[in-house]
């Protein structure tokens, strides 16, 4: 599969591969995380959150690590598909809801 | 989760007028926020949307500029004042307060101001 060890604004992807999304994020103290999927033109979708009480959080062919030491958040995506093509956002708040947005990685899925 | 939707879903305006954005959700939530995103860009909080009081603004932000209302616990209105080109962005806004820290999204405005 894919991966990246630092944050890359792209990332391109056999289908079928697994993919890994990359996010450091900035604020110590932060605990709760969430990752956002941008499809064009329409708003961001929920993916899957984790509280910071937690390392590793796993939903439906998503996992999102978390590693507080060094202020690092992952989407892991298994057997990427087609319909994943798109921008991925992590976001991190401190129990307010006020969310701080990254950068946003493009991720695209070659046939 | 929440249903949400926006009006318009885009629009061009010209130079000095104002839009007015509506953001309208399918049931009632505590908290509602504003956020701006630039071309190519990530989101940045403009401002939280409080029921029966003033808007919250985040640093960078007016209300001036962006003034908010948000009547009841459904419905929130942005306002783009006085429109330059550097004001064309998606507006999207956002809802929470259900069971945890969830946060989702409307479809967004995309606004081009000439």
């Known amino acids: 599969g894919e991966s990246v060890g630092l944050h890359l604004p792209t990332l391109s992807v056999q289908e079928g591969d697994n993919s890994i999304i990359n996010c450091a994020y900035s604020?110590?103290?932060?605990?709760?995380f969430i990752w956002y999927k941008q499809e064009s033109g329409k708003g961001p979708q929920f993916i899957i959150d984790?509280?910071?009480?937690?390392d590793k959080r796993q939903g439906q062919r998503v996992t999102v690590l978390l590693n507080k030491t060094v202020k690092h958040l992952s989407l892991q995506i298994a057997a990427t598909q087609p319909g994943d093509s798109a921008v991925y956002f992590c976001?991190?708040?401190?129990?307010?809801?006020?969310?701080?947005f990254g950068a946003g990685t493009t991720v695209t899925v070659r046939a | 989760s929440a249903v949400i939707s926006q009006k318009p879903s885009r629009d061009i305006c010209q130079r000095g007028t104002s839009l007015t954005i509506q953001c309208q959700v399918d049931?009632?939530?505590?908290?509602m926020f504003w956020y701006r995103q630039q071309p190519g860009q990530s989101l940045t909080l403009i401002a939280t949307?409080?029921?029966?009081?003033?808007?919250?603004?985040e640093s960078g932000f007016v209300i001036d500029k962006f003034p908010i209302s948000r009547p009841n616990l459904t419905f929130s209105t942005l306002t783009v004042s006085n429109m330059s080109p550097e004001d064309s962005s998606i507006y999207l806004c956002?809802?929470?307060?259900?069971?945890?820290?969830?946060?989702?999204f409307g479809p967004g405005t995309r606004l081009t101001v000439l």
């Open positions: 976001a991190e708040n401190k129990n307010d809801y006020k969310l701080s």
């Open positions: 604020n110590s103290a932060s605990d709760y």
């Open positions: 984790i509280r910071s009480n937690m």
């Open positions: 956002s809802v929470a307060g259900g069971l945890g820290l969830e946060q989702f």
């Open positions: 049931s009632q939530v505590t908290m």
């Open positions: 949307a409080n029921q029966g009081s003033e808007a919250t603004y």
